[in-house]
Structures are given as structure tokens and as C-alpha cells.
């Protein structure tokens, strides 16, 4: 893949990426990199919405992703888990909007593809967390097992993409809570070419 104009901040401390665009692996780091391929070559083409420009699309999980594996590192937590859930967890939404059982529906799916031996690099412990992450990332809780946690936070941290800032209060992990990593987080998101306006909200469960 060639190599984009854009980088993560450990790359280029003294800016941020100005854009993901729908390209997940525009990290120098290229971490966990056969795991993502394979997740978006299972995922992507069964993906119904707007998955290049989309608000829940791969732009999305690429944040959710480069959060997650920060937030799994900083919270000790398997980073597979956090890779699988940036992949998965808005994978079965039928809409933009309002759409309360995405999250069941993302577990299911995790299910089948545990079972067709897509997702193979998690423990069954580490699994079920996965699961329960996506059946309830869009309620709102901020208490849980630190790998629930972690998931929760890399997918609220990139709100920023709707229009809305995080709010320490209702992320669940110190990391998370860092102003230092809201703000990056913000601009990471609004640097983000994803064609919705600032300060405009579609639903309810928008993570
Ligand atoms: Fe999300």
C-alpha cells in the first residue's frame, strides 16, 4: 500500500492526521496489521451503509481502532479485542440513525464468524467480553470490566465525528478521560472527511 501524505501522531508528533480517509492502515506503526486485513475483507462486503464516507463506516473503525489499541495498552488489556470490536462492532447496522439493536447483532455476527474460525486470536474469556462490549456500546454504561471499558471508550472518544465532544464523565477508563486524549481524539475526528456537519446528531446510540 502506498504511503499517505497523513500520520499518527508518533509518527509526526507535531501534528495530527488530517484525514484516515477509509484507509485503516495509515499508521506507520502497521500494528496487528493481518488481522485487520482479514477483518475488513470478512466485513466490509456485507457492510449495508456508506462504508468509504459513511458515519459508521471504515473511517470510523479506523479511529475506533487507533483509540482502542492505545487504550489496550494502556490498560493492559488484549489489543485483539479492541481490533475486532473497532472492526465489528457498528458492523450490522441497517441505518444511521436510530438502530437499538445494532450492538445484539454485531455480537451475533461475532458469534458466527468465532465459529467459522474468522476470529481466532481471542480466548474464550476475552471472547465473551468482545460480545458483551458490542451488545451494550450504545447504552451508555461507564462501569465494567476494563477491556468492556476500553472498548466503549475508543468507539465515544471519536464523537467528535458527529459534532459531539466527549464527555470525561461518561467515558469509563482514566486513559480515556485524559483531556490530552479527548483533544487529540477531536481533532483526529473533525480532521475527518466524512462529510457530516459539525453540531448535527443522527440518533440516540450514534457510536
Ligand atoms: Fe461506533
Keep these: 500500500m502506498k504511503s499517505r501524505s497523513h500520520r499518527f501522531p508518533e509518527a509526526s508528533p507535531s501534528a495530527l492526521p488530517p484525514a484516515t480517509a477509509d484507509d485503516p492502515l495509515a499508521d506507520n506503526a502497521r500494528t496487528h496489521v493481518d488481522l485487520i486485513r482479514k477483518a475488513l475483507a470478512v466485513v466490509r462486503p456485507q457492510f449495508r451503509l456508506d462504508a468509504a464516507n459513511g458515519i459508521h463506516g471504515v473511517p470510523h473503525w479506523s479511529r475506533v481502532w487507533f483509540h482502542g489499541r492505545r487504550l489496550a495498552q494502556a490498560l493492559e488489556v488484549n489489543p485483539h479485542i479492541l481490533a475486532w470490536f473497532a472492526f465489528l462492532h457498528d458492523s450490522q447496522r441497517r441505518n444511521d440513525g436510530w438502530d437499538p439493536g445494532h450492538g445484539r447483532r454485531a455480537a451475533d455476527y461475532a458469534v458466527r464468524l468465532r465459529r467459522e474460525r474468522v476470529v481466532v486470536e481471542l480466548s474464550p474469556g476475552e471472547f465473551e467480553c468482545l460480545c458483551e462490549a458490542m ?3 450504545s447504552d451508555g454504561h461507564v462501569v465494567g470490566e476494563p ?8 468507539d465515544r472518544l471519536d464523537l467528535a465525528r458527529v459534532g459531539i465532544r466527549p464527555d470525561p464523565d461518561r467515558l469509563g477508563t ?3 478521560r485524559r483531556r490530552e486524549t479527548i483533544e487529540q481524539a477531536v481533532r483526529l475526528a473533525r ?3 466524512s462529510g457530516v456537519r459539525a453540531g448535527s446528531r443522527r440518533g440516540r446510540d450514534t457510536p
Design 135 to 137: 451488545r451494550l456500546h
Design 147 to 154: 477491556a468492556i471499558l476500553a472498548c466503549w471508550d475508543s
Design 174 to 176: 482514566g486513559p480515556a
Design 191 to 193: 480532521g475527518e472527511p
